[in-house]
């Protein structure tokens, strides 16, 4: 099946820091992907969708000069926080879809990267 | 606006049947999705309704009616393991998913 991988897994930092955080497709090219964050029991937010050689769209509130997005290839997705803030500190996640849009939507998530800010 | 809903929090007993339940509305529909999700781990892909009806999956049933808005998860012969976060997603029209809060479920022996 679909795999995709992120790094890394858990970083923790001093605040005014910045922070990237890599989300691959290991076996199929994503022409789409999706960085959400989650806080402790609350759902996914969706913050951006990130389109292979184009900008990324960010969705309402989000900041894009904190949370830059790089999506460099069809396997690559890069997210940095930019002067990370203990505020910032969350479970970050990206996921990737395949290809063009068909019948079958499917969404396949990295593990998540858990974020703290000192 | 868009608006997913399901309970907060269920509890069942091991080897018993539990329904969980999401209503949506949304700008469009492309597609329902149940995922579970295990305390600080990324969601797994239960399954996938874009038309009306059952599709089943070994222990686990989804169940979708458009007319109503409506879809259920079933969860047959629950184990221990089950005992997760369930979120209800929606595709709309712009192929975004729309999330549920989730539905914390808890097993007990």
């Known amino acids: 099946g679909a795999v995709v991988s992120q790094h890394p897994s858990r970083v923790i930092c001093k605040s005014g820091t910045s922070v990237k955080i890599e989300c691959r497709s290991l076996?199929?090219?994503?022409?789409?992907m999706f960085w959400y964050r989650q806080f402790p029991k609350k759902s996914l937010m969706l913050m951006a969708t990130s389109n292979e050689g184009s900008k990324a769209t960010y969705e309402q509130g989000v900041e894009k000069d904190k949370f830059l997005i790089n999506h460099a290839s069809l396997t690559l997705s890069t997210l940095t926080v930019t002067s990370a803030h203990p505020e910032d500190s969350s479970f970050y996640i990206c996921?990737?879809?395949?290809?063009?849009?068909?019948?079958?939507?499917?969404?396949?998530f990295g593990p998540g990267t858990r974020l703290t800010v000192l | 606006g868009q608006n997913i809903d399901q309970p907060t929090e269920m509890t069942a007993t091991e080897g018993a049947i539990v329904q969980i339940n999401c209503t949506y509305q949304?700008?469009?529909?492309?597609?329902l999705f149940w995922y579970q999700q295990h305390a600080g781990e990324a969601p797994t892909f239960l399954s996938y309704n874009v038309l009306d009806g059952l599709e089943e999956k070994g222990r686990f049933s989804s169940f979708l009616s458009r007319s109503k808005g409506y879809s259920y998860l079933l969860l047959k012969e629950l184990q221990m393991k089950d005992s997760a976060s369930y979120l209800c997603a929606v595709m709309d029209s712009n192929y975004q998913l729309i999330w549920g809060a989730g539905t914390k479920l808890i097993i007990k022996p």
């Open positions: 996921s990737a879809r395949v290809g063009i849009l068909g019948d079958y939507n499917e969404q396949f």
């Open positions: 949304t700008s469009g529909f492309n597609g």
């Open positions: 076996d199929f090219q994503a022409t789409t």
